[in-house]
């Protein structure tokens, strides 16, 4: 009788303990200025690269905000640390989300990336 106490107990203490996860990747035109981009010439280069990232948590699938506010508010992130200053502008904007279950929470972490690029005619 003592093992199987001592199982259920370790079998209920690795179950509350664990967890899982879920990583996905989009890749998205979030322009918000429709900008043609004429590749056969070169008129523009990259200056760098830019990161912007939001998260909520749920506990019993309350709380935080909607995942597409969460996304929405990553993209507004990266443009706000892109810094942009006359003819530049962000593409090639990537989101990743992580989504993380628990017993009793969830966590998600959305991550926006894009490139910063400059015109120069």
Known sequence: MKHLKVFIFTAMAALSLSSCGITGHQVSNYNVAQTQLQLSQKNFKVVGNVEGSSHATYVLGIGGISRRA????????????????????????????????????????????????????
């Not at 993209?75 to 992580?98: E, F, P, S, W």
């Not at 990336?113 to 400059?118: D, F, L, N, T, V």
């Open 70 to 121: 969460i996304k929405e508010n990553a993209i507004a992130d990266m443009y706000r640390n892109a810094n942009l200053t006359g003819a530049q502008m962000v593409t090639n904007i990537t989101t990743t989300v992580k989504r993380r279950f628990y017993l009793f929470w969830s966590q998600y972490d959305y991550i926006a990336s894009g490139q910063i690029i400059e015109f120069t005619e």
